[in-house]
């Protein structure tokens, strides 16, 4: 999420121009303007034109397939004195851009259509495309053409050096100097890859489970989820794979039996169709890793990321997890002494179905916290508009809303992006925000049309879409946040900002095209922005009656609340991580069987137990695309965490505009288009620290975690 603040004084002018352009005269003729406007700078604005029919879906993958071959002919039949870096690396480029455009708009609408056969068409048609996709690695008149331009080592300067580079390192990575048998052998096992984790992925959006309970056995759950999902005479259905929905039960539900039971349905979501899978990919992988000369899939994934390999990645989640240890033994104590007190059992224990209940309860009995009560002060609509206010001035935008000329669902909603001080047309974004069957259903930026800068010199502006499942409103009341979900929005928001306000010429540097441990770091450091109370009081404000603010105590005692169970929270996240590693180092032909029992021993040891017989990661997603990944989460919120400092050393704080033009302009502006090494280090104006994330999780330095300390 991108997102800086102006100085108090001027939030309600902010507010006055946000509400004016809401409503502009006509938003189909703007739409028309923009793009026009975006002509005068030499740039591009587009929207996709989605598949309608399941025919539209098949054409466009023969089309995308088609044209992109003859592309690939016309390199592949380039002679040695023919070779330049336009018909070459540049072109290659050019190539993986229109795929790009196919694949990303066919994913959108397998996650988000109305229309389930649509749904399963765009599944089918991005397993014909990713195994095609795999198969360019493998175009060896392709690579012969490009080896042919660098071995004539060309004096290329920056971002085209780099893109030389990366893209021939690509080319090894995938066993191009490798003997044809050895070759043609991975690239199979890599088509495999492609259909298997789209099958995955896609039993994970399918995954539908609802459970009926009494009000009785909802008791402590708010009145206004139960108005929600009354479905009969006391009958209560709770969908499973719904997010808040789960959350609403496993936060405030004060029998433990009912936790226990929705715990259960929901880690057991996808289990029939994705274990089997995973019992398949992972040796795969492991397979494909060890044939491409690494130990691992987790060290050949990692190679191209910031941590370099993944010894180094799960050191250094097993070292944060040693340094949180003490915090997180307390924090379980405070949680056993609640259900000794709730239950009247001495014996009792913290079960990985209490640990949101009691978690909540600390917060409202130690801190006098209710986290459903502050909804009323975040309306998701005056949220937004407050949001997209903070995010205008700080990295000196505007918003417009426009109209889209085909929505996929009625309440979608389009805005365009420039630049506040030339009006130059930056880019796009959709909201699709609230859940429905068959959507996916967690939260996420989707990439759509990449920015990319074309052969003729135009550069193609970005269009994203942040697809979320917020609270629906009702008849009664709007869609209320809790405060994590104000939290999430700022974030997510911050992905879409990386993606428009890139300046990389070529797409695979674009926006949030940079090493996977980073790409968060940028939306978690303005997590830190619904923390501070000059930024929640401009635009945080009681629904009912907008001239009350969240007390200031009552901001303090969240920030405590917080800090007293992070313990907890970043524990989970450790286990994930190292889940993730574990399964992608350990997992292999012989033993494929024990993916499921070493997944949930590593998180049962770093964690709490499983409940036996369970299966959290068939609903775990990013074992997909983000493979030995997961770790990414907290490298970055490590570096997240080093940025904020920035911003609250700054004249204006969080409110400082000098300083969200400097991250537009070092990190958000430049992708992967260098080193984010050397981008992250010019906005901090020194070398990273590992000081600031040890404090905010709650960790005091000493000698035990002093190897911590230091760049991550």
């Not at 044809?180 to 039993?203: F, G, P, V, W």
């Not at 909802?218 to 999902?229: A, C, K, R, S």
């Not at 910031?306 to 405070?334: C, H, R, W, Y």
């Not at 012989?590 to 590593?602: C, F, I, M, Q, Y």
Request: charged share 25%; net charge neutral; hydrophobic share 40%.
């Amino acid at each position: 999420m991108n997102g800086k603040m102006t100085l108090v004084l001027l939030l309600p002018a902010l507010f006055m121009a946000v509400s004016s352009m809401a409503q502009p005269t006509n938003p189909a003729v703007r739409l028309k303007e923009f793009q026009k406007r975006a002509a005068r700078f030499n740039s591009v604005i587009s929207l996709p034109q989605f598949e309608m029919t399941t025919n539209e879906i098949h054409n466009s993958i023969r089309k995308t397939i088609a044209s992109g071959n003859t592309a690939l002919d016309q390199i592949g039949a380039l002679k040695p004195n023919q070779v330049a870096f336009t018909n070459t690396v540049r072109a290659l480029d050019d190539i993986g851009y229109q795929i790009g455009l196919t694949d990303n708009r066919l994913s959108l609408l397998k996650e988000t259509s109305t229309n389930a056969v649509l749904r399963d068409a765009a599944t089918e048609a991005l397993k014909e495309l990713e195994e095609w996709t795999v198969g360019l690695d493998y175009r060896e008149d392709v690579y012969k053409a490009l080896k042919t331009y660098a071995d004539t080592k060309p004096d290329l300067k920056g971002e085209d050096a780099k893109l030389l580079s990366e893209t021939m390192r690509d080319y090894r990575r995938a066993g191009l100097d490798l003997p044809k048998a050895q070759r043609d052998e991975i690239e199979r096992m890599r088509k495999e890859l492609s259909r298997l984790t789209t099958d995955y992925e896609a039993n994970i959006t399918k995954a539908e489970q609802s459970m009926k309970f009494t009000k009785a056995e909802l008791e402590g759950v708010p009145d206004d989820f139960l108005g929600q999902v009354k479905t009969g005479n006391d009958e209560y259905t709770v969908k499973v794979n719904v997010t808040w929905h789960y959350l609403s039960v496993m936060d405030n539900a004060k029998r433990e039996a009912t936790r226990k039971k929705l715990e259960t349905e929901r880690d057991n979501l996808a289990r029939a169709e994705n274990i089997p899978l995973l019992e398949n990919i992972l040796p795969l992988r492991d397979d494909v890793a060890r044939k491409l000369g690494y130990k691992s899939w987790a060290d050949y994934q990692t190679e191209v990321r910031m941590v370099k390999n993944a010894a180094t990645a799960i050191n250094f989640l097993e070292k944060l997890s040693a340094g949180l240890q003490p915090k997180f033994d307390a924090e379980l104590a405070e949680f056993r002494q609640l259900k000794v007190k709730e239950t009247g059992d001495t014996n009792a224990q913290i079960c990985i179905w209490d640990w949101r209940y009691f978690s909540n309860q600390l917060k409202k009995e130690k801190y006098s916290i209710d986290a459903e009560q502050l909804r009323v002060f975040f309306p998701y609509q005056r949220v937004l508009e407050g949001m997209f206010g903070i995010y205008q001035s700080m990295f000196g935008l505007k918003f417009e809303c426009v109209e889209p000329p085909y929505k996929w669902v009625d309440d979608l909603q389009l805005w365009a992006v420039f630049d506040a001080r030339s009006g130059e047309p930056l880019g796009l974004f959709y909201l699709d925000m609230f859940p429905r069957d068959g959507k996916y259903n967690h939260f996420a930026q989707f990439g759509i049309i990449e920015g990319k800068r074309f052969p003729n010199g135009k550069y193609q502006r970005p269009t994203v879409a942040l697809i979320c499942n917020f609270p629906s409103p009702t008849k009664d009341k709007p869609s209320l946040l809790d405060h994590n979900d104000v939290e999430t929005l700022f974030h997510e928001f911050g992905h879409a900002m990386h993606s428009i306000l890139t300046r990389a010429n070529y797409s695979r540097f674009s926006g949030t095209s940079v090493p996977r441990d980073f790409v968060e770091a940028p939306s978690q450091m303005l997590e830190n922005w619904v923390w501070d109370k000059k930024v929640l009081d401009s635009f945080a404000a009681d629904y009912r009656d907008s001239s009350k603010k969240i007390p200031a105590d009552i901001l303090s005692k969240l920030k405590e609340a917080r800090l007293a169970t992070e313990g907890t929270r970043y524990r989970r996240q450790l286990s994930f991580g190292l889940t993730d590693l574990v399964l992608h180092s350990q997992i292999h032909d012989s033993n494929a069987k024990e993916a499921l029992p070493l997944s949930n021993k590593t998180l049962s040891k770093v964690f709490l137990p499983l409940i036996p017989d369970t299966a959290f990661v068939a609903y775990f997603g990013h074992l997909m695309h983000y493979d030995a990944g997961y770790y990414g989460y907290a490298w970055a919120d490590a570096i997240a965490a080093d940025m904020a400092t920035v911003f609250e050393q700054s004249p204006k704080g969080y409110f400082d505009e000098a300083t969200g033009r400097r991250l537009r302009q070092e990190i958000y502006e430049q992708g992967d288009s260098r080193d984010v090494n050397i981008s992250i280090e010019k906005f901090l104006g020194r070398q990273r620290s590992l000081e600031p994330f040890l404090k905010k999780i709650g960790i005091q330095t000493n000698a035990a975690t002093a190897s911590l300390t230091g760049k991550p």
